[in-house]
């Protein structure tokens, strides 16, 4: 029998969710089963635990890039002086500038402005062209009035498509077998691209398995 999770589960550990993905998760069981992720408690736990780390409790839509001169060289140490090349000051608090100079020319992002057009959205953040573009052909699978995501990006934050694109993600970079081996750092480096907030991931963790166990 699938694992549950209801919004009365969600709000033990998210009590400032936004809307969308309250609405999102009030219709989202039959996704998690359709994605295997209810199929034990452990698959639950890590899934919700990255969702919940991502998103800053539940609370964040879209990825805010707008950093401080002091802080860009901590986030991208080999781009920003001291040890990169880029000057701080000249990025700071400016969020286009700075997505599309960190995102763009990789992760399909290949057009100009596609780095602050593709930036962070969603329950895992999704980001990159090419990640839009996955969602889209791999959610058309199941669902074929899935919309063209790297043609609307926004519909990633819709509670339609929230719980959905993030399932797909988590789906199409075989979470689920290292959730299985309750393995926090595979499932971090598959969603991060590293090991980025592994401390605060491992006590998300710890929450979620109290919920759902």
């Not at 001169?69 to 969020?95: C, I, S, T």
């Amino acid at each position: 029998m699938p694992v549950q999770v209801t919004l009365e589960q969600i709000a033990q550990l998210a009590p400032n969710i936004r809307t969308v993905y309250r609405d999102g998760f009030a219709n989202g069981q039959s996704v998690l089963d359709l994605f295997g992720i209810s199929q034990n408690p452990l698959r639950v736990a890590h899934f919700m635990a990255q969702v919940l780390h991502e998103t800053g409790g539940l609370s964040i839509l879209i990825e805010s890039l707008n950093y401080s001169p002091e802080r860009l060289p901590k986030v991208w140490p080999k781009r920003f002086q001291p040890k990169g090349p880029l000057d701080p000051a000249q990025y700071a608090h400016n969020e286009p500038r700075l997505a599309n100079e960190v995102y763009g020319g990789r992760m399909g992002n290949n057009q100009a402005g596609d780095g602050f057009t593709f930036r962070g959205r969603g329950l895992l953040q999704l980001t990159g062209r090419d990640s839009y573009n996955q969602a889209t052909r791999i959610l058309r699978e199941s669902y074929p009035d899935a919309p063209d995501f790297a043609e609307n990006p926004d519909a990633v934050i819709s509670s339609d498509w929230c719980v959905k694109v993030a399932a797909a993600e988590w789906s199409a970079k075989k979470c689920n077998a290292m959730a299985d081996l309750d393995n926090i750092r595979s499932v971090t480096y598959a969603i991060n691209g590293g090991y980025i907030g592994l401390p605060e991931r491992t006590e998300w963790l710890r929450n979620t398995k109290v919920v759902w166990q």
